[in-house]
T-cell receptor
Framework: AQSVTQPDARVTVSEGASLQLRCKYS??????LFWYVQYPRQGLQLLLK??????VVQGVNGFEAEFSKSNSSFHLRKASVHWSDWAVYFC??????????FGTGTSLLVDP | EAAVTQSPRSKVAVTGGKVTLSCHQT?????MYWYRQDTGHGLRLIHY???????EKGDIPDGYKASRPSQENFSLILELASLSQTAVYFC???????????FGPGTRLTVL
């Protein structure tokens, strides 16, 4: 079955440190992949998207993600975390059809 | 500014009562979606629609109905609300080609 797995329910980093949030997918073929961010009591906002092509994609606010077909992964990275990045991050995928499949989310906590 | 709005933003309902959640989009998107969010489950698709006057079942449609009277409006109906339907509900709109989805702010539903 198609699935998206975010193995880390919670990640804590110090402000200014680098960040990686992990995402693994299980799909037949190569899906389209997305990272969304959810700030407290808000809806989800699109952070970045991957359509087959360049494996490294840039998003808003200094975020980037790298697609790896061999590892079935789409990890999110940021070089220097800011306190305002405190949020929940969701990885999502779609292959055939128009239904996104979401991971369970990773809560990012930022130590000042 | 194009947007997805939801009403109400929060609601308390009684078990067995009828609940209607409304969603309105000004993105001119064909697709609209209803998700529920529960801790530990990420977002799960309840119903979606790709054209007015037509709805499709998502992954967890039991206990929910949907209505799409126009391109802009999409409602989620709980005919007999149950305790297990306590959750945050998100509406989203999207295009067919890009698979991107744009989310509303959510409705927090508590069934007592």
């Amino acid at each position: 079955a198609q699935s998206v797995t975010q193995p880390d329910a919670r990640v804590t980093v110090s402000e200014g440190a680098s960040l990686q949030l992990r995402c693994k997918y299980s799909y037949f073929g190569t899906p389209y992949l997305f990272w969304y961010v959810q700030y407290p009591r808000q809806g989800l906002q699109l952070l970045l998207k991957y359509y087959p092509g360049d494996p490294v994609v840039q998003g808003v606010n200094g975020f980037e993600a790298e697609f790896s077909k061999s590892n079935s992964s789409f990890h999110l990275r940021k070089a220097s975390v800011h306190w305002s990045d405190w949020a929940v991050y969701f990885c999502a995928a779609v292959n055939m059809g128009y239904k996104l499949t979401f991971g369970t989310g990773t809560s990012l906590l930022v130590d000042p | 500014e194009a947007a997805v709005t939801q009403s109400p933003r929060s609601k308390v309902a009684v078990t067995g009562g009828k609940v209607t959640l409304s969603c309105h989009q000004t993105n001119n998107h064909d697709y609209m979606y209803w998700y529920r969010q529960d801790t530990g489950h990420g977002l799960r698709l309840i119903h979606y629609s790709y054209v007015a006057d037509s709805t499709e079942k998502g992954d967890i449609p039991d206990g929910y109905k949907a209505s799409r009277p126009s391109q802009e409006n999409f409602s989620l109906i709980l005919e007999l609300a149950s305790l297990s339907q306590t959750a945050v509900y998100f509406c989203a709109s999207g295009t067919g080609g890009s698979y991107e989805q744009y989310f509303g702010p959510g409705t927090r539903l508590t069934v007592l």
